[in-house]
C-alpha cells in the first residue's frame, strides 16, 4: 500500500498582502459610494455635452463660456418642461388614482370567464386589496409630484457638486486622465491617458444613444396612445421613454400599464395597445437601436442583466441605470489586462487559451 503523501499548501505574504489589499479598497470604494456616484454622473454629463462645447471652441467661443451657455439652456429647458408638463401629468396621475378601483371590474367584465376562474380560486379578494394599495400610492405619487421637484431642489449640494464637476472636466481637456494619473506611477501614464479617453467616448456614445432612444420611444408611444388612451397618453409615453434606459426589461416594463389600462376600457382597446408596443419594440429593434446604439457597449447580455441585479440591490433605481456604463468602462479594463497577459505569453513561448478577437496567424 503506497504511503499517505501530505500536500503542503505555502501562500507568500505578499500574495496576503495583495488579497488584504484588494478587500480594503474594495470597502473603501463601497464606503464612499455616494462621492463616486456623484462624480459618475458629472463624467456622464460632461461626455454628453461636450461634443457641443467643442463646436462653439470651433467657433472661438471660449470653453468655460461654451458651458455656461449650454447650463442656462438647460436650465431654462427644465423650466419649460415644469411649467408645461408637470400640471397635465399631476392631472393624469390623479385620474388614474381615482379610477383605479374600477379597473380590474371593467377587466372582469370584458372577460367574463376569467371574472368566474378569479371567483371559484379566491383570487379577486386578493386582487381588490392589491388595488387598494396601489390607489393609495398613486393619489400620493399626484400630489407628491410637487414635493419630488422640491426636493431635488432641496438636495442642492449634489446639484451643484455635479454642476462643478462637470464643468471641470469639460474645460479642462483630459481632466479625467490627469486625475488617474495623478493616482498612478508615471510607467502607467500614457495607458492612463489612452483608457480615459475610450471610457469617455464608450460612456459618451451610450449616454447619447439612451436618451436618443428614450425620447423616439417616449414620442413613438405618445402618438400612438393619443388616439388609444387619450386620457392616459403623456403618463404612459413619459414611463415608456423612461423605462426604455433599463436594458431588455424596460420596454416590457413600460408596456405592462399601458396594455393593462386598454384592456380596462375594452379588449379591442387592449388589443390595440399591446399591437402599438409590438410594432415599436420591432422597430426600435431592427431599425432604431441598430441606427442609434451602433454597439456602443457591446456587452453580452448576460453580464448586463446581473450587472443591472447588482446595481439594483446596491443602491435601487439609480444604481440599475447606472449599471452598464460603470460595467461598460471596467470592460475596457479587462480587455486591456487580458490583451495584456496574452502578449505576455506570447513572449514566453506559451500558446495562450484565449484571444483578444483576433486570430493568431504562424
Known amino acids: 500500500m503506497a504511503e499517505n503523501q501530505s500536500i503542503n499548501i505555502s501562500v507568500s505574504t505578499g500574495t496576503i498582502l495583495k488579497i488584504v489589499g484588494i478587500f480594503l479598497v474594495l470597502a473603501f470604494v463601497y464606503l464612499i459610494r455616494d462621492i463616486l456616484i456623484t462624480v459618475f454622473v458629472a463624467l456622464i454629463f460632461a461626455t454628453l455635452i461636450e461634443p457641443v462645447v467643442n463646436k462653439l471652441e470651433a467657433k472661438k467661443v471660449p470653453r468655460g463660456v461654451g458651458v455656461i451657455i449650454i447650463y442656462i439652456i438647460l436650465i431654462l429647458f427644465l423650466v419649460f418642461v415644469v411649467?408645461?408638463?408637470?400640471?397635465?401629468?399631476?392631472?393624469?396621475?390623479?385620474?388614474?388614482?381615482?379610477?383605479?378601483?374600477?379597473?380590474?371590474?371593467?377587466?372582469?367584465?370584458?372577460?367574463?370567464?376569467?371574472?368566474?376562474?378569479?371567483?371559484?380560486?379566491?383570487?379577486?379578494?386578493?386582487?381588490?386589496?392589491?388595488?387598494?394599495?396601489?390607489q393609495s400610492n398613486l393619489s400620493k405619487a399626484a400630489t407628491g409630484v410637487y414635493a419630488f421637484i422640491v426636493s431635488i431642489f432641496r438636495n442642492l449640494v449634489n446639484f451643484l457638486v455635479v454642476l462643478v464637476v462637470t464643468f471641470y472636466l469639460v474645460v479642462q481637456k483630459g481632466a479625467l486622465s490627469k486625475v488617474l494619473k495623478a493616482l498612478a506611477p508615471s510607467k502607467y501614464h500614457l495607458y492612463l491617458e489612452d483608457l480615459s479617453l475610450r471610457i469617455q467616448q464608450k460612456i459618451g456614445g451610450w449616454a447619447r444613444g439612451q436618451l436618443l432612444l428614450g425620447l423616439i420611444i417616449g414620442v413613438f408611444s405618445f402618438v400612438g396612445l393619443i388616439f388609444?388612451?387619450?386620457?392616459?397618453?403623456?403618463?404612459?409615453?413619459?414611463?415608456?421613454?423612461?423605462?426604455?434606459?433599463?436594458?431588455?426589461?424596460?420596454?416590457?416594463?413600460?408596456?405592462?400599464?399601458?396594455?393593462?389600462?386598454?384592456?380596462?376600457?375594452s379588449f379591442g382597446h387592449g388589443l390595440a395597445v399591446l399591437i402599438l408596443y409590438v410594432v415599436i419594440q420591432q422597430l426600435e429593434n431592427n431599425v432604431i437601436v441598430p441606427q442609434v446604439m451602433k454597439k456602443q457597449v457591446g456587452l453580452n447580455p448576460v453580464v448586463i442583466i446581473i450587472s443591472m441585479l447588482i446595481g439594483a440591490r446596491l443602491m435601487g433605481i439609480i444604481g440599475i441605470i447606472l449599471a452598464v456604463p460603470v460595467v461598460s468602462a471596467l470592460s475596457l479594463i479587462v480587455k486591456d489586462f487580458t490583451a495584456k497577459s496574452q502578449i505576455s505569453k506570447i513572449k514566453d513561448g506559451e500558446n495562450p487559451s484565449y484571444s483578444d478577437g483576433r486570430e493568431n496567424t504562424v
Open 83 to 134: 411649467r408645461m408638463l408637470i400640471p397635465p401629468i399631476v392631472e393624469q396621475v390623479g385620474l388614474l388614482a381615482v379610477n383605479f378601483p374600477n379597473f380590474w371590474n371593467r377587466i372582469m367584465e370584458n372577460f367574463e370567464s376569467l371574472r368566474q376562474y378569479s371567483e371559484q380560486q379566491g383570487f379577486l379578494d386578493n386582487i381588490q386589496r392589491s388595488l387598494t394599495g396601489i
Open 228 to 265: 388609444i388612451l387619450p386620457k392616459y397618453a403623456l403618463v404612459l409615453a413619459i414611463v415608456a421613454g423612461i423605462t426604455e434606459m433599463i436594458p431588455y426589461l424596460g420596454p416590457l416594463i413600460g408596456a405592462i400599464p399601458a396594455v393593462f389600462l386598454g384592456f380596462t376600457v
